[in-house]
């Protein structure tokens, strides 16, 4: 259903299109926004002056109830745990400092056997599906119940937004992976209007220096009081609102997500919109929250997981040291990911936050700074979302460009990739970046890893000559 509403949507005039966003937007707020939220929201506003004493006895107790129904209830749980000779009684008793004790969840996991994740193994009619971007090129399906969803939006509310002061009930622009703008070639409008939630929702993939001046169009007409979304989509508007001197609206604030904001990317994103940047660091998987504060650090919610920051051994490391992130998730309880391995490196603070607020605060993330990649036209973006979600035969992937009319894309195939599977891969890029660019599919046996065992999912090595002319098109 959801395939051939796109294929629809495709085919009809931008204020059809409008209207079918609106009406999506209407179901989506009223999934996102009712049932349990309002109520979480006062629970997460009641919590956020917890002591430090009443965080430890509350994640003991949450990390507690999320064990034992993983052993009774969850198929790798119940056979893992038994298998290394862990009993129900152990759990029981297990605090989170004791955390250390459990092994780590490998993304291959969850990545393959998502389902052996869920309560009774299998997922239900009420939950619904959403994949991870792929940052490391293999996107991760999670699965959301109604409530679940609720709460997610409620901690944003209550913590990120209100820490910026704004709200999800003000007029806001949004930049996410999206295609909102089918056609590559468009000559605008670069967005879709929500009209049930006011919601301005730009194109990621049709930013250049020759549209900026329609994004800014956009958020004057409809009023936008803050943006939130892929921060070096923001910051690539930023940049040539600063570049063109264009007049660009003053906003309350933007929330940026998907990618760490240097400082460079601050000082540019607050200049041009006259507004203050606050920066979030979290995961589709849900499985933490960390949000900054309006003293401008970042602080690990502990009412949404557990964040460790652990050696090679996966064992805690003291603050002040760099280690690998392992999360294990409080919002999402019907497909708990325990001691989870992100991906990431970060370096957790041990200074008290001035804001006088009980919460960790991590000092600095990691591993997650991702290339630009540059259209001919001089058209900007950063994450493929999307270029390999539902690929049933491509294990990873990554983008790499060397040159500004070709893009190469780096497959580790499954069985059964074929030339069906490459004419996917090519429609999706160039319906990102136009047809202009041309796109060579490889197979590779394997995509060559950093320390940390990632790899970055896209790749721009462009020749420094033409970077400098790709950035200043108009």
């Given at each position: 259903m959801a395939r051939l509403a796109d294929q629809v949507y495709r085919r009809v005039?931008?204020?059809?299109?409008?209207?079918?966003?609106?009406?999506?937007?209407?179901?989506?707020?009223?999934?996102?926004?009712?049932?349990?939220?309002a109520e979480e929201c006062v629970a997460f506003r009641s919590r956020e002056r917890f002591t430090t004493e009443q965080w430890m006895t509350y994640q003991d107790e949450h990390l507690r109830a999320l064990l034992i129904s993983a052993f009774d209830h969850v198929p790798y749980y119940s056979a893992l745990w038994t298998r290394l000779g862990v009993s129900r009684a152990d759990l029981d008793r297990l605090s989170t400092a004791e955390l250390k004790a459990l092994p780590p969840l490998e993304k291959s996991i969850a990545r393959d056997a998502p389902e052996s994740l869920l309560n009774d193994g299998h997922a239900t009619r009420s939950h619904l599906v959403f994949h991870t971007s792929g940052s490391t090129g293999t996107p991760v399906r999670t699965f959301w119940l109604p409530h679940e969803i609720q709460r997610s939006l409620a901690i944003r509310e209550s913590r990120s937004c209100g820490f910026a002061g704004v709200s999800f009930s003000m007029p806001r622009a949004t930049f996410s992976g999206r295609i909102?703008?089918?056609?590559?070639?468009?000559?605008?409008?670069?967005?879709r209007f929500n009209l049930a939630e006011r919601q301005v929702y730009f194109s990621a993939f049709h930013l250049r220096p020759a549209t900026a001046a329609a994004y800014l169009h956009a958020l004057r007409r409809h009023h936008v009081e803050w943006i939130t979304g892929y921060s070096n989509s923001i910051f690539q508007l930023a940049l040539m609102v600063l570049d063109q001197n264009l007049k660009a609206p003053s906003l309350k604030a933007v929330i940026t997500t998907s990618e760490k904001v240097i400082p460079e990317m601050r000082e540019v994103i607050e200049k041009a919109f006259s507004t203050r940047v606050f920066e979030e660091y979290a995961t589709v998987e849900d499985l933490f929250y960390v949000c900054e504060c309006e003293a401008g650090r970042k602080h690990v919610n502990p009412d949404a997981g557990i964040l460790e920051v652990v050696d090679a051994d996966f064992r805690p490391v003291p603050p002040g040291t760099l280690g690998e992130v392992l999360a294990t998730g409080f919002i999402r309880p019907g497909q708990p990911m325990i001691r989870y391995r992100v991906g990431d490196l970060a370096v957790l603070d041990d200074q008290p936050c001035p804001c006088g607020r009980a919460m960790p605060v991590l000092k600095e993330v990691l591993g997650r700074v991702e290339d630009t990649v540059y259209g001919p036209d001089g058209r900007r973006m950063l994450r493929f979302h999307g270029i390999f979600v539902g690929q049933a035969h491509v294990q990873e992937g990554q983008i790499v460009q060397k040159r500004l009319d070709h893009l190469v894309v780096r497959v580790v195939p499954k069985v059964g990739f074929g030339p069906a599977d490459k004419a996917d891969i090519i429609q999706r890029v160039q319906q990102r970046l136009t047809q202009k660019v041309n796109v060579t599919v490889e197979a590779v046996e394997q995509i060559s890893r950093t320390k940390a065992g990632k790899f970055p999912a896209v790749i721009c090595d462009l020749p420094h000559d033409v970077l400098e002319r790709v950035r200043g098109v108009h």
């Open positions: 005039p931008v204020p059809i299109q409008t209207l079918m966003v609106s009406a999506y937007g209407f179901w989506w707020k009223r999934l996102r926004f009712g049932g349990a939220f909102v703008e089918p056609d590559p070639e468009s000559h605008g409008p670069y967005y």
